[in-house]
């Protein structure tokens, strides 16, 4: 492999699983495997097929199912972890067989209740027995961040010299800083003579929020291999985050003269799918994935990203796999935003007087905070927001628990008639939403749905917000109750109601094209 070519070790599989409220089954974590194939990761840790029954058919199962990528299974510094991840691994072919035992002082003394010539011994003899199955072992020095320097040298001398070809520093707790962590990965390629046959690795929790910080200080000191998980997960506060990491190598290569295999347009699909799998929502404001890193919300960020991206964007959306980047409408956007998005909608600048839509967007935005698309088309076509027959609810009954099938009853009124239908559903709110459906004839693909306690206490109101897609454009509904199925109903009902709309003035608009047509 090139020297300047950094290997990305992936172990959402195995730290990043084992931190979860529920485990994954296989088939989960197959499908989680198979995007970590897709975007090319090197080495990915499946898991620790010792610590369960169901690990070690998840691990076996995913050796059978990746080509691409190398598997990789975890075992302690014992013989018998290590004969059962060869067993779970041998699908494969070619495999990994990652060991590890603690270093630091307090994990030797306290946790393992051994002294320091043990570890030594154990990690030789693991080291040893699993180049039985594999040329590729892997050893981890466990806290090795807060490991006597000294111990550190020796342990990694003797687990090359044992036949390992890649030695881990572990900051296992994410105490070191930077500087720190840097100097401890340049202190042992001085420091163990025989350093030339491995690839040095490091593995960063971010307990204190430097996990990806520490990584880069120990590439920069000749580290060939980072391990690190799909969104940051993994034990308490998580591990180095895959996508920030890679894309810091991508965007600062000037710097860091480093590169990786990775297909990094597979980023943003691959963030959603386990952020979904492993139901962890990603938080909006996350570099590279969360869902405003691309979005652009003060007026003067709009319109320099107009003018020319590089002005607020140091990569594109694009380049993780993102269509666009994205312009949140609200109070502080500007004109130019505003006729920007007008344009993408099909509106010429002569349908309007740019001046008097922008002073009613803004009391709209003051109103409401975020402005959609339909909200921004009833303002160009004045009259014609509420003038589509809109739906209201007249009558809902919901049933739901545990072991029965969630029910719903749903009346709706419109035009001096009311039409009633029931459905069922997965949960009581897609039995609420096909019930709807029914009534409407429209089944509307919901993106987002969400509910916000507004108030505090047992009582609080929830506001729910629903995001539905319809002909490529979204659409925003939104209802405030004590009671959330009413608010659900009537947030789902506000969608069709702006989708009613939009579909009027969209044959409104062709009307007028035809007439003027007519008239030439
Ligand atoms: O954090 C850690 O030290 C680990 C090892 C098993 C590599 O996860
Ligand atoms: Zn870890």
Known sequence: MESDRII???????????????????????????????????????GFPVSSPGEFESVKAIAGEIKESRICGLSRALRGDIEVCADALKPAGDFRIHTFISTSDVHIHEKLRKDWSDV?????????????????????????????????????????KAGAATVNIPDTVGYTLPSEFGEIIRAVFNNVPNIDKAVI?????????????????????????????????????????????????????????????????????????????????VQPNKAIVGSNAFAHSAGIHQDGVLKNRQTYEIMTPESIGLTENSFNLTSRSGRHVIKHRLELLGYEESEYDLDEI????????????????????????????????????????????AGTIASATV?????????????????????????IDRITGRTLKVEDYRITAKTVGRSALGQVDIVVAYNGRS???????????????????????????ADMVESMRKTAAVQSHAYE
Not at 16 to 29: D, F, I, P, T, W
Not at 235 to 247: D, F, K, P, T, Y
Not at 415 to 422: I, K, N, S, V, Y
Not at 475 to 501: C, K, L
């Open 8 to 46: 990305i070790f992936d172990t959402t599989l195995r730290d990043g699983e084992q931190s979860l409220a529920a485990s994954l089954g296989v088939k989960e974590k197959i499908r989680i495997a198979r995007a970590l194939e897709r975007l090319r990761v090197d080495v990915i840790e499946a």
């Open 120 to 160: 030594l011994e154990m990690a030789v003899d693991a080291v040893k027995f699993a180049r039985r199955f594999t040329d590729d072992v892997e050893f981890s020095c466990e806290d090795a961040g807060r490991t006597p320097l000294e111990h550190l040298f020796q342990i990694v001398e003797a687990a090359i």
């Open 201 to 281: 690795s490091v593995h960063c929790h971010d307990d204190l929020g430097l996990s990806v910080a520490n990584s880069i200080s120990a590439v920069q000191q000749g580290a060939g291999q980072v391990e690190c998980t799909i969104n940051g997960l993994g034990e308490r506060a998580g591990n180095c985050s895959l996508e920030e990491v890679v894309m810091i190598l991508h965007t600062r290569s000037d710097i860091l003269g480093k590169k990786t295999g990775l297909n990094i347009r597979e980023i943003s699909r691959t963030s959603r799918l386990v952020s979904q799998i492993c139901n962890v929502p």
């Open 358 to 401: 922008y002073n009613d967007f803004l009391s709209l935005a003051d109103q409401k905070g975020r402005v959609y698309d339909y909200d921004l088309e009833s303002l160009v076509i004045p009259g014609s927001m509420g003038e589509a027959a809109s739906y209201h609810l007249s009558y809902l009954n919901v049933s739901s628990g």
């Open 411 to 435: 009346a709706l009124g419109q035009d001096g008639e009311t039409c009633r239908e029931a459905a069922t559903g997965n949960g009581p709110v897609e039995a609420v939403f096909n019930a």
């Open 475 to 501: 659409f925003h509904g939104a209802s405030i109750s004590e009671d959330i199925m009413e608010a659900s109903a009537r947030a789902y009902i506000n969608v069709v109601n702006n989708i009613e709309t």
